[in-house]
């Protein structure tokens, strides 16, 4: 059976204890946890699906950036916060192998992701790429070797229903779609949904409005359903 069916998740928010943790996040934790910069890949079956979930590390921007903070010069230029958001970008965003450019290797039709300066830098190009992406006359900038894909981004954070504590942002204006509570367990759920992967693979905004309503009628999703945001 192929795959049809592509799920970006950024490494960091997969957190908790192993045993408590749905299959297959349980295998990836442990995986990352001796290998913390490499990209580690699990296949579930829905249905008559296989979905793909690629899951991404960040801790190289992490530890990139920590090195430059620590030379005299970058520590004092990234005391500014406008600063420190340009180091989060170059790293996450443009670097050869950054994490944006991993998840746009993959063009996947869902990522996942959370809501530090980081992961925002990440989400806010994935937006500016689903903005060209229904542009047909779009131009792209001179010098930019750019893949036009179209993902549901799904905002995954304990920030659920409000802005970034680290930025002060709001999810919308970021340019995610969804927000969902940072639980495992509500997100194995929606990804086990054949509804909802049938109306994400259609790119059907009603049918994906229709498939979420009917998630979030199940008791784990009760206190805190998925948000439409866009």
């Known amino acids: 059976m192929p795959i049809d069916f592509r799920v970006a998740l950024l490494i960091g928010d997969i957190s908790g204890k192993i045993s408590e943790m749905p299959t297959p996040f349980d295998k990836m934790a442990e995986s990352f946890r001796t290998h913390p910069n490499r990209a580690l890949c699990e296949t579930i079956t829905v249905g008559d699906h296989r979905v793909e ?7 190289r921007c ?3 950036i920590a090195k ?3 030379n005299p010069y970058w520590k004092s230029y990234a005391t500014d916060i406008s600063n420190r958001h340009r180091l989060a970008v170059a790293e996450a ?8 450019r991993q998840i746009e290797d993959l063009s996947p039709q869902v990522v996942i992701i959370g809501m530090t300066i980081l ?5 806010s190009r994935l937006a500016t790429i689903k ?12 010098g930019e070797d ?6 549901l981004i799904i905002r995954f954070s304990t920030f659920y229903s409000g802005s970034s504590m680290h930025s002060g942002n709001n999810p919308e204006s970021i340019g995610y779609n969804l927000d969902m509570f ?3 367990k509500q997100l194995d759920m929606f990804l086990r949904d054949e509804n909802c992967l049938k109306a994400i693979n259609n790119q059907n905004k009603d049918e994906l409005i229709a498939a979420l309503e009917d998630l979030n009628q199940k008791p784990e999703f009760i206190y805190r359903p998925i948000l439409i945001l866009s």
């Open 53 to 59: 979930i690629t899951a991404i590390s960040i801790s």
């Open 62 to 64: 992490v530890d990139n």
């Open 68 to 70: 430059l903070e620590d």
């Open 93 to 100: 965003v443009y670097m050869p192998d950054s994490p944006f």
């Open 119 to 123: 992961y925002e830098a990440i989400a």
């Open 131 to 142: 903005q060209l992406f229904y542009e047909s006359d779009a131009e792209v900038p001179d």
């Open 146 to 151: 750019t893949n036009f894909f179209n993902p």
């Open 182 to 184: 940072k639980s495992l």
